[in-house]
């Protein structure tokens, strides 16, 4: 089988799968704007939708944008929701996503964004403007260090000197933000340098000295692995979001299958591996599911691949995977060895890796290990009360998993209804998550949504797009449902209503003395259909068990525009299993201590 | 965890106006230590050479070298630490000279092949270059002297190319 594995890519052509796929062919153009060129710069990396805000500093480009015509400008509520569209924009379509925000508050706001992008290796490209160089640094009006302050959370950022620079620029940040570890990229651009004449000229190679992302593994390290694998009893594959950047999913699931290896995921690499196939142990760390906890702490070999040791993965660290040898496959070699030793490190992008490791790997004797697995799987499902009458948010989530038959995208908040959804939703696609992992941004969910209804538009593949959010994370973003009315954009957001900062809630129960400081929402929160329904939106509301289907089917009907299912869900529920801060991953707490 | 180790990581990065606060803030950032830190153009137009001290264990020094290689515009990150290696400071120290502690100093920076710079009826200005261990033993030399002011570059370093010469 190993013959038919596709031939080597070249990292050029790495590059063509991330940015110019649909680019547009640009004629050479002479003393234009600086306005003018960025907008031809941009066409000609295939770029679509812009997101943003406009102000003052920018008003020159938006009018090229506009008398240019061949972009889509999604004009969000908040520079926030702009930048989390680009970032769901980028994350479901593996191109790059683009914001365009004006100087000063325009380009703090996206901070939270750019944050999240980078936490989460996503590609953005985020365009701020600046005050006209003479004036920078005077605190002029709308001025702010905006390479400064985004300088920790960005990859590379790039501020326009003279027009004739900006194309050049333009392709090296769209280059850099798509290949290797992607991450974002802000290019600042001074007002008069966007007013100020030069030339257009397409498209030359690309040359960013000190960047050479390493995309094979060193061949030695990959046979050694392979020998490693071959000799192994207890493997476990733990797999994380760079197996799903990389387009490695295929190649993991060829892996495990042929070699009848189990598979774990981190949070953002859900997806990468089919939730309904016997060898998933489903997601392992802090609200992993037992069995994936426990084969983790009892394997005596993990392959990591595209994940980092998160510490909600590891738990305790000196106490994680005690008896295993680490293979630990990543594109950027500062994650490796950073968190827990590591026996066997392959840099390069998973993909190439595994293009190179599978044909070497010969079924490795895992049948009393498969057994052992069984038994804990029987004997520790996922639980929750299905009998009960109140709505339980699990059963909300079981029912959208049955309803969509794990077809659906689903993006998510951050709080306990994002670990529900990691436990319930059965996914069977990468790219079918999209969440906010790294940095746990509340208020992602919502304006993510939309930028991934946008990239369907823009030729994604179309699949069903819900937002599942928690009251607490959507209102703190709910202005982009305005956005996606006037977009007649058909994002259908499930809010999990409990009535609390669950999540937080969870924590004061099980370790504050049940003291709910700060935490219950009940007092104040709106009645969220109608708040809907005052943006434009269809607005539901589910109070009953037997109100759970319908409602899902009649909201994903609905193509028109976005609707919100208000699901008045327990507000007592808490998520199980976990791992608490500090323990080891199998020192896990199965249910409400209260409950046993 | 394993012992603190000073190392000397010469880095050739791009002189871009982005270059140097992202490696200055690399450091803020991730929490490294800077026991100094210098820079000035390299051997080839539009590039510069940056000289590291820093400290840590042997993960917190690998972990320096590869986010520094993650930089975008840096080229090339050499720890010097594992090579023969020449490295030299400059440091003006500024003590004070008494009639009587005068001559006293003047043999002390004799013997460290310093040099006076200038000379007040109070003070005395020294130069001296070195390595960083000799900067360190002169300034101590002359602290029971009394030292007004130090100002210190910082080391440069290059990699040696011949083994067995000093
Ligand atoms: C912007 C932001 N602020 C605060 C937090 C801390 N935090 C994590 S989960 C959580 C509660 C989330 O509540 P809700 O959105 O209602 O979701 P639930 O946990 O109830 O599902 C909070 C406040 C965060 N992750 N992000």
Known sequence: ?????????????????????????????????????????????????????????????????????????????????????????????????????????????????????????????????????????????????????????????????????????????????????????????????????????????????????????????????????????????????????????????????????????TLMGLGAFPSDHPLWLGMLGMHGTWTANMAVQTADLIIAIGARFDDRVTGRVADFAPQADIIHIDIDSSVIGRNVQVDIPIVGDARHVLIDLVPLVKGPDTKEWLEQIERWRQDHPLRYDRESQAVKPQYVIEKLAEVTDGEAVIVTDVGQHQMWTAQFYRFKHPRTIITSGGLGTMGFGLPAAMGVAIAQEDGAPRRPVVAIVGDGGFQMTMEELITAVAYRVPVKVFVINNGYLGMVRQWQELFFGRRYVASDLRQANPDLARVAESMGAMGLRVERREEVQPAIEKALSCDSGPVVIDFRVDGQENVFPMVPAGAALHEMIEARPSDK | MGEMKEHTISVLVEQTFDALPRIAGLFSGRGYQIDSISVGEAEEPGMARMTIVTRGDDGVIEQITKQLNKIVNVVKVTDLTYEPFVERELALVKVTATQSTRSEIMQIVNIFRAKIVDISPKTLTVECTGSRAKVQAIIGMLRPFGIREISRTGSVALKREFRGET
């Open chain 1, 1 to 265: 089988m190993g013959a038919g594995i596709e031939a080597r890519v070249g990292p050029s052509e790495i590059r063509l799968r991330n940015q110019s796929l649909e680019a547009q062919a640009v004629e050479p153009a002479y003393d234009l704007s600086g306005a003018e060129i960025l907008v031809r710069a941009l066409a000609e990396q295939g770029v679509k939708t812009l997101f943003g805000i406009p102000g003052g500093a920018v008003l020159g480009l938006a009018d090229a944008v506009g008398r240019y015509g061949r972009f889509r400008w999604i004009l969000t509520k908040h520079e926030q929701g702009a930048t989390h569209a680009a970032d769901g924009y980028a994350r479901y379509s593996g191109r790059v996503g683009v914001v365009l925000v004006t100087s000063g508050p325009g380009s703090t706001n996206t901070v939270t964004g750019i944050a999240t992008a980078y936490m989460d290796s996503s590609p953005i490209v985020v365009l701020t403007g600046q005050v006209p160089l003479p004036m920078v640094g005077n605190d002029a009006f709308q001025e702010v260090d905006t390479i400064g302050v985004t300088r920790p959370i960005t990859k590379h950022s790039f501020l326009l000197r003279s027009p004739n620079d900006i194309a050049d620029t333009v392709r090296k940040a769209f280059y850099i933000a798509g290949s290797g570890r992607p991450g974002p990229v802000v290019i600042d651009m001074p007002k008069d340098v966007l007013a100020a004449h030069g030339d257009y000229i397409p498209s030359a190679e690309i040359v960013v000295r000190g960047y050479k992302p390493k995309i094979f593994g060193h061949a030695h390290q990959i046979s050694r692995a392979a020998e490693r694998i071959n000799r192994a009893r207890r493997p476990v594959l733990y797999i994380g979001g760079g197996v799903v950047a990389s387009g490695a999913s295929d190649l993991v699931r060829r892996l495990a299958i042929e070699n009848r290896i189990p598979v774990t995921s």
